[in-house]
């Protein structure tokens, strides 16, 4: 796996784990901001407002160097890492894991617990479809008209995606490449005469 790949989830999913009369709604979110992740548990707060327990994990960011976990109300670390445990055994981030708690009467301690929180996740996280993604660079280059169909070419070779176009008087096309084959698409737009790429 090259140092520009990280794994993410592709669509929202859950699961339903139950212990000893307790429930544990696991949900999982593709998210890629803090702000998203938010948006995401006030929901689930709204929808499941009878639940004691609302715990969460979220990795941020392509290796996962933003995250956070939150115990809400459950004894210290007993929901939120196990939960960011799961996230983590699966290699995902730009990822959020909550799990929903309804008490069903009998204590689980906080082995169970751990137990609990971390497989109601790792379920959730089955039943979601687990996507490789690449960090992307972006490079804006200006030229004439009569190269832009070669910009395009090479731009397509390299499976570069085109963000932003504007013809004018000239063309300045924006495209987003895999990190690893940025300095291969701007060496090779350098050599073209004419061609110009803005800062």
């Given at each position: 796996?090259?140092?520009?790949?990280?794994?993410?989830?592709?669509?929202?999913a859950?699961?339903?784990?139950?212990?000893?009369?307790?429930?544990?709604?696991?949900?999982?979110?593709?998210?890629?901001?803090?702000?998203?992740?938010?948006a995401?548990?006030?929901?689930?707060?709204?929808?499941?407002?009878?639940a004691?327990?609302?715990?969460?994990?979220?990795?941020?960011?392509?290796?996962?160097?933003?995250?956070?976990?939150?115990?809400?109300?459950?004894?210290?670390?007993?929901?939120?890492?196990?939960?960011?445990?799961?996230?983590k055994?699966?290699?995902?981030?730009?990822?959020?894991?909550v799990?929903?708690?309804?008490?069903?009467?009998?204590?689980?301690?906080?082995?169970?617990?751990?137990?609990?929180?971390?497989?109601?996740?790792?379920?959730?996280?089955?039943?979601?479809?687990?996507?490789?993604?690449?960090?992307?660079?972006?490079?804006?280059?200006?030229?004439?008209?009569?190269?832009?169909?070669?910009v395009?070419?090479?731009?397509?070779?390299?499976?570069?995606?085109?963000?932003?176009?504007?013809?004018?008087?000239?063309?300045?096309?924006?495209?987003?490449?895999?990190?690893?084959?940025?300095?291969?698409?701007?060496?090779?737009?350098?050599e073209?005469?004419?061609?110009?790429i803005?800062?």
């Amino acid at each position: 796996m090259g140092e520009d790949v990280f794994h993410t989830i592709h669509a929202p999913a859950d699961a339903l784990y139950k212990v000893k009369g307790s429930k544990h709604y696991g949900y999982v979110f593709p998210v890629k901001s803090v702000d998203e992740a938010k948006a995401h548990l006030e929901v689930l707060r709204k929808k499941h407002h009878d639940a004691r327990h609302h715990a969460y994990a979220y990795r941020i960011g392509p290796t996962g160097d933003a995250w956070r976990t939150s115990d809400d109300g459950e004894p210290a670390n007993s929901a939120g890492p196990p939960i960011l445990g799961a996230l983590k055994s699966k290699e995902v981030t730009n990822c959020l894991g909550v799990v929903v708690r309804y008490f069903g009467g009998t204590k689980l301690g906080v082995g169970g617990l751990i137990d609990a929180y971390r497989t109601a996740t790792l379920m959730a996280l089955e039943n979601s479809q687990i996507v490789e993604r690449f960090i992307e660079k972006s490079v804006t280059v200006r030229c004439p008209y009569g190269l832009i169909g070669v910009v395009m070419a090479l731009g397509e070779r390299l499976n570069a995606r085109v963000m932003d176009q504007t013809f004018t008087d000239t063309c300045t096309v924006c495209l987003n490449i895999r990190a690893s084959q940025y300095p291969t698409l701007h060496r090779a737009l350098d050599e073209f005469y004419g061609c110009e790429i803005l800062p």
